[in-house]
């Protein structure tokens, strides 16, 4: 889940979720950064950098209901190979192949 409560306490929840021996799947980089199994989802980055695109046509005086809603192009898969150590886990080579990070 992308929602505030899994963003403020990623590091305290993914460690209850390693003590119990649970793999987690995220949306975000950022809760596999802080100990979480893998993430699959859109990369914040590419959405931020594309809001500024956004601004920039509003800015030069296109209007905003002129503007299409884009959905996000850009995703990252990416794998921590600590937390699947820790869990007794071994990923796949092909899964690592594909994998846009690898956190060993």
Do not use: C
Not at 76 to 90: F, Q, Y
Request: hydrophobic share 40%; no cysteine; glycine share 6%.
């Amino acid at each position: 889940m992308t929602d505030p409560l899994f963003t403020t306490d990623r590091i305290r929840l993914n460690t209850l979720a390693l003590t119990a021996r649970l793999p987690t799947m995220h949306g975000t980089r950022e809760q596999v950064d802080a100990g979480g199994l893998l993430s699959y989802g859109s990369d914040q980055t590419d959405l931020f950098r594309r809001a500024g695109d956004y601004v920039d046509k509003i800015l030069r005086g296109v209007k905003p209901a002129e503007i299409p809603v884009e959905q996000p192009t850009k995703f990252d898969l990416v794998v921590n190979l600590i937390t699947a150590k820790a869990l007794g886990l071994t990923m796949p080579p092909m899964l690592l192949a594909r994998a846009d990070e690898v956190i060993e």
